[in-house]
């Protein structure tokens, strides 16, 4: 099974007008709401692809059990901890095919609660292959929490040990390499805000790899991937850009490398294997995740043909 983590999901609300006017009042035409965060998107499109995924985190409140609610109805296993805060929401305002974001900060979690979570974090992990660590933190929790998660993954399982898939930024990016992630998935803005020093992506993804990172790949957008690992350098790009909604295209890339990384635990094949056909998936699917206009959902007929169109490059 594959775990993902949402230490601050939302509900994410949007709303639909015909033109955005600051001042103004707005008629709302439509209304969409749904269980979100970064690991929370990301188990929705592992269990579109089939696979078997949980997803955990820290919930609370109405809109807790309305994000909860919108897991039952989507078939999206999920096993959070309870909070006493109410959990937050995020509002998207769609007019005239452009987007504006109002993201709340998040509920305080208490030292009780984060020592609740870790309790049952741990449980959790003990039947995970691959834990997924996304998104940002909710105002309480310690900044190295990510670091704390993924050493309590390893003593967890310390036979087989989880792989530790990372995607988040900022501080709370840089106190995580620590905990030695396998994977860490920066977007550039992530990662040039990271390592501001660094001459390019490949130079900055090094430098990640030596304060703690096992392997970086780098999302470039429309550019697709840039993957630095002990076993060698890649790039991969989309036979074509594709146009939509970018949101959550990252979380897709994290799902086909955590499936990649899944099945390279159960069938032991070569790393020299697993990067290539890793990224070329990550590509085909985020590319698809672009396509499909809502986060977290993806497009099959897109990821199908763009798969197969899809090259791999070693640098
Ligand atoms: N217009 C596009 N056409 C094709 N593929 C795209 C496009 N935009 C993004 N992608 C794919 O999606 C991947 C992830 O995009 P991006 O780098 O924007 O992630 P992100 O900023 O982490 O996104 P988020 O955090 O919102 O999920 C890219 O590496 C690329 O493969
Ligand atoms: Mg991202």
Redesign the pocket.
């Known amino acids: 099974v594959i775990l993902t983590v949402t230490l601050n999901p939302a509900l994410d609300v949007t709303y639909e007008v015909a033109a955005l006017r600051p001042h103004a009042t707005h008629r709302v035409t439509a209304v969409h709401r749904r269980g979100g965060g970064?690991g929370v998107n990301v188990a929705r499109v592992l269990t579109a692809l089939g696979v078997d995924a949980r997803t955990t985190g820290l919930l609370g409140g109405a809109t807790g059990e309305q994000v909860r609610a919108d897991l039952d109805r989507h078939a999206v296993p999920h096993d959070f901890t309870p909070i006493s805060g109410e959990t937050r929401r995020t509002l998207t305002v769609v007019a005239e095919g452009d987007a504006t974001l109002f993201n709340e900060p998040g509920p305080p979690i208490t030292d009780h609660e984060w020592r609740a979570f870790r309790t049952h974090f741990r449980e959790l992990a003990s039947a995970a292959q691959v834990v997924v660590l996304s998104g940002s933190l909710p105002p309480g929790v310690p900044e190295d929490a990510y670091a704390t998660l993924a050493t309590a993954a390893r003593t967890a399982r310390p036979t087989a040990a989880p792989l530790i898939v990372l995607?988040t930024g900022g501080s709370t990016l840089m106190a995580a390499l620590a905990g030695r992630p396998d994977v860490v998935?920066p977007?550039?803005?992530e990662l040039a805000a990271a390592v501001p020093t660094a001459p390019g992506p490949q130079a900055a993804a090094e430098e990640l790899r030596a304060e703690g990172a096992v392997a970086v790949v780098v999302?470039?957008?429309?550019?697709?991937?840039l993957a630095v690992t002990g076993e060698g350098v890649w790039r991969c790009r989309?036979p074509?850009?594709?146009?939509?909604n970018?949101?959550?295209?990252?979380?897709?890339?994290v799902a086909a490398l955590s499936r990649a990384l899944h099945d390279h635990r159960s069938t032991g094949a070569h790393p020299d294997r697993l990067w290539p056909q890793a990224l070329a998936d990550?590509?085909a699917l985020?590319?698809a995740?672009?396509h499909a206009p809502v986060?977290g959902e993806i497009d099959h007929d897109v990821h199908a043909r763009l798969r197969a169109r899809t090259t791999v490059e070693r640098l």
């Open positions: 970064k995607d998935k977007n550039a803005a999302s470039l957008g429309p550019d697709g991937l989309p074509r850009s594709v146009r939509g970018p949101t959550g295209a990252g979380d897709a890339v990550a590509v985020s590319a995740a672009v986060a």
